[in-house]
């Protein structure tokens, strides 16, 4: 498999057994005509996400850990929520 990009594909199985569902043993060509990316930043959709402007979104708790009103520290432990609520002062967010 060395060499192949399964690794970085979408149907990779993460099993020393199983290469992919696709593939068992590996793909016999390269590069793999079946390959999806699993990478969460490619190229092609970088210029997109560049137009979005994102010194507008810095204030949010996503990137800071903060409550934007009150400065209350949201836990790094756990999975950042759908919802933004702040416990201390109600501060509420669901643009992500």
């Not at 690794?7 to 793999?32: N, T």
């Not at 010194?55 to 850990?65: A, C, N, R, S, V």
């Amino acid at each position: 498999m060395q060499g192949y990009q399964c690794d970085r594909c979408d149907f990779f199985a993460h099993s020393p057994y199983l290469v992919c569902a696709l593939h068992p043993k590996g793909p016999v060509e390269q590069p793999c005509p079946d390959f999806e990316s699993a990478e969460l930043w490619q190229t092609e959709l970088l210029e997109d996400f560049c137009d979005q402007h994102m010194e507008d979104f810095f204030w949010h708790p996503l990137f800071t850990g903060r409550c934007p009103e009150c400065h209350y520290s949201f836990s790094r432990m756990k999975l950042p929520p759908l919802v933004w609520r702040c416990p201390v002062c109600g501060w509420e967010d669901d643009t992500f």
